[in-house]
C-alpha cells in the first residue's frame, strides 16, 4: 500500500478559511511584491523549549548570509500553533500576510492554503536548488498538489515517541513498555508505589489528542490507520472504539491535574523525576537536551509508544510563499537557506527533529537523532492528525473537542459516533 498522503484527498477547506474565501476571493495578489526586499517576515509557533533556539540559530545563519536584509521574527506562542493559527486566519483574511509562515506539510497546507488560492508554486526554487533528488521523493509529495510544490520541509518529527525517566525505570526494575500489556503492568506497579505513571499536559486541546493518535495507530496498525483518512475505515468500528477503551484505561494513570498543564509541563514532570513516563513528539527530545541540558540514555530513554514499533507517526514543519507579499525576493533567500544543508543542521539539532534532506551531516546528530534517521528511512510512514497531516483543519478542530470531552467524560460510543460524523462532515472519504 502507498503512502497516505499519496491519496487524492477530497477534504473540504478549513474551516478557518471559509472567512478568508469570502473576504478575499480566490485569486489573491501574486507575489510581486511591494516592498524593498530588503527584510523578511518569519511567522511561526516556535516560542519556547529547544524550538525557539533552533528559530534564533536558523535566523542567525541567515543574516550571516543575509546582512541586507531584517528579519522580524512575528513567533506567536501556543503549543502545535493553537494560538498562531488564528492569528494567521485573520491576517490572512485581512490581505496582510506574512511574507513566510510555519505549516504543517500534508492536509493542513494542501487541503488548507493551497485549496483555497493563497499559495505561490515554488517548483522553480527547487529546481533552481537542486531539491528534487534532496529530499524524499514522499516528503516532496507532502508538499505538493497537483503538480506543483508550495512549501520547503525544515525538519521531520516523530509523533509516536514514548519518553520514561531512567532512573525511576532502573530503580523499579523495570522495562520500557513495547506493548499496551507492559504498559498497563509496569503503570500499575509505579501507582502502588505512589509514582504517576504517565505525565500529560492538556491544557492545550491537541497534546490529548496527541497521545489518543498514538493509542489508534498502535490498536489498529498502519494499514488501518491509514484507511480511516481515506474512508475506508469509519470511525465507529470495533477497533476505534478498542483504541478509545485503551485510552480511557491509560487516563486513569495520569496526573489529576492535566489539565492545567502545557506539554512543557508535563515533559518536566518526566525529566524532574515526578511521573515516569510521557508520549509525545521528539520536540520533547529538544527541550531535554537543549533547555534542561539532559543527556540521552543517561537522564532519560525512549521508544515507539506500545505496539508502533516499525512504524513512524511523520511531522513535518514546513514553509512557503504566500500570495501578495511585500518581499518575496528576500523570502526565497530565506527559504533557500532553511532548505540547505547548512540550515537543517543548525536547526534541527536543537529543536529536537532530524533533517528533511536526505544528505544531512548525520554526526551533527546525538544518539536519539541519529537512530530517528535511521527509523525515518526503514519504517512504514503513518500521517498524523493531530498535527494537521492526515485530515482538515476542520475536521481536527472537531476531533480535539471531542477527545477533550472523552477525557473528561469517557464515554467511547459516543466519542465514535461524534468522530464518525465529523469526518462525513469534512468529507473524509468523498
Not at 21 to 31: H, K, P
Not at 341 to 356: R, T, Y
Not at 401 to 420: E, M, R
Request: aromatic letters at 10%.
Amino acid at each position: 500500500m502507498g503512502r497516505p498522503w499519496r491519496k487524492k484527498w477530497n477534504i473540504s477547506v478549513m474551516i478557518a478559511l471559509a472567512l478568508v474565501l469570502a473576504a478575499c476571493g480566490s485569486g489573491g495578489q501574486s507575489a510581486d511584491g511591494g516592498g524593498d526586499n530588503k527584510q523578511v517576515e518569519i511567522f511561526s509557533w516556535w516560542t519556547g523549549a529547544g524550538e525557539e533556539a533552533g528559530l534564533h540559530a536558523l535566523i542567525d545563519l541567515f543574516k550571516e548570509k543575509n546582512p541586507d536584509i531584517e528579519v522580524i521574527n512575528a513567533a506567536v506562542a501556543g503549543g502545535a500553533g493553537t494560538n498562531a493559527k488564528a492569528t494567521l486566519a485573520t491576517r490572512m483574511q485581512g490581505n496582510d500576510p506574512p511574507d513566510t509562515f510555519q505549516v504543517h506539510g500534508g492536509a493542513e497546507l494542501n487541503e488548507g492554503w493551497v485549496a483555497a488560492g493563497k499559495m505561490e508554486p515554488l517548483n522553480d526554487l527547487y529546481e533552481e536548488e537542486g531539491w528534487m533528488d534532496k529530499f524524499p521523493k514522499e516528503l516532496i509529495e507532502l508538499v505538493s498538489k497537483d503538480g506543483n510544490i508550495y512549501s520547503v520541509p525544515v525538519n521531520i518529527h516523530r509523533g509516536n515517541v514514548l519518553w520514561y525517566n531512567k532512573e525511576i525505570f532502573d530503580e523499579n526494575g523495570l522495562k520500557p513498555p513495547k506493548t499496551f500489556d507492559e504498559f498497563f503492568d509496569a503503570a500499575e506497579k509505579l501507582k502502588k508505589k505512589g509514582i504517576t505513571p504517565l505525565a500529560l499536559g492538556d491544557k492545550e486541546p491537541w497534546t490529548a489528542t496527541h497521545l489518543f493518535e498514538s493509542v489508534l495507530l498502535g490498536t489498529l496498525g498502519p494499514e488501518d490507520y491509514n484507511k480511516l483518512w481515506s474512508g475506508e475505515l469509519a470511525f465507529d468500528d470495533p477497533k476505534v472504539k478498542k483504541a478509545l477503551e485503551t485510552f480511557k484505561r491509560m487516563l486513569q494513570y495520569t496526573n489529576s491535574d492535566h489539565a492545567a498543564r502545557n506539554w512543557q509541563d508535563a515533559a518536566q514532570m518526566v525529566a524532574k523525576g515526578e511521573a515516569a513516563m510521557n508520549v509525545m513528539g521528539d520536540w520533547v527530545k529538544g527541550y531535554f537536551t537543549t533547555d534542561l541540558k539532559l543527556k540521552p540514555n543517561k537522564d532519560f530513554g525512549w521508544v515507539p509508544t506500545p505496539e508502533t514499533e516499525g512504524t513512524f507517526m511523520v511531522i513535518t514543519d514546513t514553509f512557503g510563499l504566500p500570495k501578495g507579499v511585500k518581499n518575496p525576493e528576500a523570502t526565497k533567500a530565506f527559504l533557500k537557506v532553511l532548505g540547505s544543508v547548512e540550515g537543517q543542521d543548525v536547526f534541527n539539532p536543537l529543536k529536537g527533529s532530524i533533517p528533511a534532506r536526505v544528505d544531512a551531516d548525520v554526526n551533527k546528530y546525538d544518539e536519539y537523532g541519529k537512530q530517528t534517521i535511521e527509523d525515518f528511512k526503514n519504517n512504514r510512514l503513518t500521517p498524523s492528525l493531530a498535527h494537521g497531516s492526515a485530515a482538515s483543519e476542520g475536521f481536527l478542530t472537531e476531533a480535539n473537542k471531542i477527545i477533550n470531552t472523552f477525557v473528561s467524560q469517557g464515554n467511547v460510543d459516543q466519542a465514535a459516533d461524534a468522530l464518525k460524523q465529523a469526518a462525513s462532515s469534512s468529507g473524509i472519504g468523498n
